[in-house]
């Protein structure tokens, strides 16, 4: 958790910096040429890398892990090379789809890094399968921090003539080798080895729906990118001014909304090798009870996101970027938080759990309600429909997620009465912050934004302690048990204490 807020944070600042240097147009383009990445990378790096991890946690022997590994790194490249080469091959009436046509040099830029793309998320699927929590996650630190140093130089170094969004592709790039580079050397350095490949057929079966639901989902990213940006000219909209809106949602405004997986996602990651023994193990109580553990606190976090979105997105978005239009966008999707949130813990816990096509099935269900919102409501709604859009599409698949727990004994839905009441709370919370906001608008905007997220932050933290959802003397008992042990090893350092 704490490498994951380290590294959302670091993103985070660079995106306030690159919004301030570059513009809403850059950011715009480097989110298509993105978009298109992640649909290349879906194929050889969504279900396959999970597939390694869950078969690693499920085995304590390390030659069936490394043969796990060695079959997942020859199926991904595989693939990739076929990707990659269908994608050159058709490159111009796919790439001619964009409404902004200066895309395509972003696009071939990052090409290249979808093979080392594909090679550290298999290596990075064994250190989670052997719950090697903080080499896991010190990589994606290191490629933020390359990508920060990397785009610095091109801007400022005089070493290439790039435009800004080119530049961002080039850091891209340039990050996401050094960083495989970092991950072979943790890989040998924590027992992980190359071995005679395992059976490739249970690996491609389990894998397969993963795949193609993560194939679905940067199809509809691709989808998005090119079609609302397109619906918006027709609407009436100029070209440069979609593109800039678009910029500002996904570049400006998202990093803001996904903020919360910074913490939720730590989660996720250590729910999946646990799931897995436990399902081999067949303890379906077990499983029940840490994902509904798991929702709960997500539930938590998530809807203290909401309140300050909700009351301060329109400040937030002018004091850290500068642009009123990107904060409005955070106030009005201030709600995608919650089901967003939800909806990734209940996808890595179908998928920890073997119910690989069920969740794929769940995805489609959700991605054909986000199609028909992309289409029919920018005309309406501008560019807030991608805001409608999202919420719909992370809505729908959290119900269906759950739906398929439920009948199966993987939850019981204890969260629920809690989660009723904080929502209700939460609302309730979030209509007095804006209310002290516009009571607020004569005074200094730092102040008056300090002042209510202070506030709501603790009136939600009231309503959570009011609620019982945070065991206050369950904490204090752990850290007053951690305390006694730790004094008890300075005492007595050759004692074992259990």
């Not at 009465?417 to 979030?430: D, V």
Request: proline share 3%; glycine share 6%; net charge positive.
């Amino acid at each position: 958790m704490c490498f994951s807020l380290i590294t959302r944070l670091i993103a985070f600042l660079f995106k306030v910096f690159l919004s301030r240097t570059m513009g809403a147009e850059a950011l715009g383009l480097f989110s298509m040429g993105l978009a298109v990445f992640g649909l290349l990378t879906m194929i050889p790096s969504s279900g396959i890398p999970l597939t390694v991890s869950r078969k690693v946690a499920e085995t304590p022997d390390d030659q069936t892990a490394h043969g796990a590994v060695t079959t997942g790194l020859i199926l991904t490249v595989a693939v990739n090379l076929v990707t990659v080469g269908l994608f050159l091959l058709f490159r111009s009436p796919i790439l001619g789809l964009f409404a902004d046509q200066r895309a395509e040099k972003v696009v071939l830029i990052m090409v290249p890094a979808t093979f080392s793309t594909c090679i550290y998320n298999v290596l990075r699927a064994y250190l989670m399968g052997r719950k090697h929590y903080v080499a896991y996650s010190v990589t994606e630190t290191f490629e933020e921090i390359v990508n920060v140093a990397v785009v610095l130089v091109v801007m400022y170094g005089g070493i290439v003539a790039l435009s800004g969004s080119e530049a961002l592709a080039t850091a891209f790039l340039v990050g996401d080798v050094l960083t495989l580079a970092v991950l072979l050397v943790l890989f040998v350095c924590l027992r992980g080895r190359l071995a005679k490949p395992a059976h490739f057929l249970p690996v491609v079966k389990s894998s397969t729906p993963i795949t193609l639901m993560r194939l679905f989902t940067s199809l509809a990213a691709t989808f998005t990118a090119v079609i609302l940006p397109n619906r918006m000219v027709a609407g009436g909209m100029e070209v440069s001014a979609a593109t800039a809106a678009y910029g500002e949602a996904v570049g400006m405004a998202y990093p803001l909304l996904f903020a919360p997986l910074a913490i939720t996602s730590a989660l996720s990651v250590v729910l999946l090798p646990e799931l897995a023994e436990l399902s081999a193990a067949k303890r379906s109580d077990k499983i029940a009870a840490k994902i509904d553990l798991g929702v709960h606190y997500v539930v938590m976090i998530s809807l203290l996101f909401f309140v300050i979105y909700a009351a301060l997105g329109t400040p937030l978005g002018t004091l850290i970027y500068g642009n009123a239009a990107a904060g409005q966008f955070v106030t009005f999707a201030a709600g995608l938080v919650v089901p967003l949130t939800l909806t990734q813990l209940t996808n890595t816990a179908l998928n920890s759990l073997g119910l690989e096509f069920r969740c794929f099935v769940n995805t489609m269900i959700a991605l054909a309600a986000m199609a028909l919102c992309l289409w029919f409501l920018p005309a309406l709604l501008g560019i807030y429909a991608l805001a409608v859009a999202q919420t719909v599409f992370y809505l729908v698949s959290f119900v269906a997620n759950v739906i398929v727990l439920a009948k199966r004994g993987y939850t019981h839905t204890a969260y629920a009465k809690s989660f009723a009441k904080l929502s209700l709370g939460a609302l309730f919370i979030a209509a007095i912050c804006i209310a002290m906001r516009y009571w607020l608008t004569n005074v200094d905007m730092i102040i008056s934004t300090i002042i209510v997220g202070l506030s709501g932050a603790t009136l939600y933290a009231a309503l959570v302690l009011a609620t019982k959802s945070l065991d206050v003397k369950l904490i204090f008992a752990i850290l007053k048990r951690k305390k006694h042990k730790a004094l008890d090893k300075q005492h007595y350092p050759n004692q074992s204490i259990s």
